[in-house]
Structures are given as C-alpha cells and as structure tokens.
C-alpha cells in the first residue's frame, strides 16, 4: 500500500529524514515511533503530499507521487483520512457540518452526506454531539469527531499524528482501540506516537525512528 | 446539479464569513467605498475639465479670407470644394458686403469714422467649423493647405497661438489623469488586497484544513471571491451614496457657476454601473491576490 525507497527529506539544508526505505501492507496497523523530533510528522507529510520529498520515490496505491500532476492531488487526498493532535476542527462549525465537510466538498448529494454522517456519528457514539460546536467537547469526544470526520470519506489508508498527545491514558486507550476497530474492517492504519505504553500494550509492528532514519 | 449544490454552498459560506468576521468585512468595505469615491471624484473632475474643454475646442474657426478679384463662379466653387472636405463641419460665406454691415453695425454710434470710405474695404471670407476629430494642429494645417489649393483664397486665420497652447493644456490634463488615475487604481488594489488579506489570513487554519482534507483550490477559494464580489459591491453602492452626498452638498452651498463646472455625473447610469464594476472587480481582484499570496504561504 505505501512503498518507499530511500526517501530524504531536507529543509534549509537541515535533514529531517535520511534514506527512508520502508513498506506497509494493505491493511496494515503500523506505529511509527521515536522522540520529538526523529522525523516522525514529516514520514507522515509525505504521505499526504503535504511535503515533497527532498530525494527518492513513495509509491502509494501503486502510484507514483513523484508525477503527480497539480490537480491531482485533492482527489489523492480524498482517499487518506488524518488525525492530527490538535484536531483540527472547524471551530465555528458544528460537529455534524465538520464531518459534513469533508464530504461535500467531494460533491455528494446532502441526502447521502447526512446518511454518511449520522452513520460514522453512531459508530463513534457522537450522535448527542451533532450539534454542538467543537470547543464546548471534552478532548477526547473533540479528537472523536476528528476520527469520524476522517472515517466519513471512507477512506483506505488512515493517517494518525500523535493523536493521543492531548488525551490522558483512559481516553487514549480508547481511541487506539477505535483505531484498532477501523483496521479490523480494512483500512490501513499508520499511527505517528512517542508513547511507549501504548506501542507495549497494542501488538502492532512499529517503525522506530531515530535523527530521521529507521533504526529498527 | 453539482455545480449548483456547490454554488448555494459557496454562497451561503460567504455571507455567513462576511457575519462570522463582521469587522474586517465593514473595514473592507469601507475601504472599498473610500477607494472608489476618490477615483469617483477624480473621475467626475476629470469629465467636467474635458467637457469644458471640448466645448472650448467647438469654437475652433478657420477663416478664410478670399482675394478682391474673385469671380462670383470661382466663390461658389470654392465653396463647393470647401463643404465636400472631411474637416469642415459647417461652413459659413461672409460676403464683402455683409462683412462691411456688420462693421458698421459694430461702429454704431460711430459713424464719422466711415465717412470717406466708398465701397466695402473688407475681403469676402468663409468662416469655417471644423469637425472634432480634425481640431488639432495637424488637423487644421491639412485643411488650410487644401483650401490653398483651391485657388482664391488670400489668407487664412485661425488662432494658431491660441491653439497651440489649447492643445499643450489639453495634453498635459490628459497625461496628468493618467499618472493620477493609475495610481490611486494601483493604490485602491493594494489597499483593497491587503484589507481582504487580513481576512484570508484570520480563516488560514480552515484553508489548511480544507486542503488536507482533498478540497480542490476553486472550492477553497470560491467563497472567498463570492466574499470579495459582495463586498465590492457593497463598497460601490456605498461610494455612489457618498458621491451622491458631495454632490448635493456642492450644489446647495455653492454658487450656480461653481456647480455647473463641477458637476459629478453621479446620477447618470453608466456612471453608477461603472462604479459596482470597478467595485466587483475590486473585490475579486483583492481576493484573488491576497488567496495567491496566503496559498504560498501555506504551501
């Protein structure tokens, strides 16, 4: 599902990553790992194609980023869903318009888009929350509404940034174990974290990084 | 149908942007119709000294002046050639005669100075207007040397000084409105972008969002530039107001021959059409920058 050869990744002249080459399966639940600043949110930039990688080749679904064309690139990103520590949620929106987001802009009809969102709403167990504004939910129920907003698009590869860093251990649990139900039904799963209790409690394969090189 | 599903989405996005962040919308569209009520005002100015020009230009006259010795036949001729000339708009014959009555009609009061005068000692001539298009220097050389040609005239008269510096005068308002015009148009932009980039930049994290989540750049931008069409537009009607203000104030506290030299068009149509244009086109060309601008930022 994600291939890439050795990949490097340099700003200003300062590396971030060095001579990446890694796999991840279809289907897949993969942690990354290593401490503050071992590359771990780049690895995960590439993969979005919100960077570009300094030198070497990701192939992703079995294609090639490095010729990705300019418009492409949206329609690439519809199929990655992304969690990321701070949430990123719409804050003047509700939760149901945030999810609802990520789908009208794929130009779904609004019957099929409040089908979709009232369905991801009830597996996350938010559908009390649909109204409410992002800022007035615990953490846990915001970074809960970041998840359903990524699954909503039904995506095949789910990207995850520390998405337990805000959380405490009982919450983080949880949304592991969330994200342990989505990679049950098929998506690949790929988790940025420093946390080691949850890489020593979850069996999953972890890459290990270390100054922006794999060291396991 | 997506394209209309999108259409009253990006609609409504932007109105409820223009109420989310109602303080920069009012400083954006006050800035719009400050903008354009100086342009308005230059505008306006600018229509007044050219219409007083070109009624100055309309008194341009060429006179030619006929020799004594002209037969009846040669006059009729020359006037023939003279109407058929592109120049001429209308042409007028002053017979020795009549040039003679209206000296004396001139002198009246006077008479003594004519005695001892017998016959008329004023030439025949024709008094020339020329059309717009030809009242410039060349223009009206071109037609002196052509009705040199023609045979029997003596003399032609028409102001050269005068008009030569007519036409300097004419040149210098001409060259002066553009360096003026332009620059508060580049001016207007920049502040109008600026104003508008203020607005990109409070909504940045909800760009950043939208591109990772696989919007398309026209979805993100659209409402900012339906944002900048109806700001533009409100700014415009809100400079017509204040133009219309100026207007009213300088008619009622101003001396009649002020006001008709200062007359801002601000009733006519393509006056106001004009400014919802200029502000439309405003709007989307601040949203336009300022988007390009924080876009690179973001990427």
Redesign the interface.
Known sequence: MINMFHVYKNYDGISALTDITLKIDKGEFVFITGVSGAGKSTLLKLILYTEKPTQGQIIIGGKNMSRFKPREIPYFRRKIGFVFQDFKLLNNKTVFDNIALALRITGMDNRDINKRVLKVLSYLGLQHRANFKPLTLSGGEQQRVAIARALAKEPTILLADEPTGNLDPERAIDIINLFNDINARGTTVVVATHDKYLIDRFNKRAILLDKGMVAN | M?YL??LV?FVSEAFQNIK?NIVTSIVTIATIAISLAICGLFLGIFINLSNMLISMGSQIQVIAYMRDDISVDAISNIKRDAAVMPEVESLEYISKEMAFSVFKEELKGQKGILEGLGATPFPASLEIKVKELFRTPQGIRGLISKLKITGGIEDVQYGQEWLNRFFAFIRFVEVFALIIGGFLILATIFIVSNTIKLAVYARR??I??????????I?IKAPFLIEGIVEGFLGANLAIGLLYTVREVLILKTSMIFTSLVDLPVSTTYFMCGLIAGGIFLGILGSSISLRKSFSLLS
């Not at chain 2, 950043?208 to 750049?217: D, F, K, P, R, V």
């Open positions: 997506n599903r999108w989405y989310a994290e909800e950043e969002i939208l591109g990772l989540m696989g919007a398309t750049g979805f």
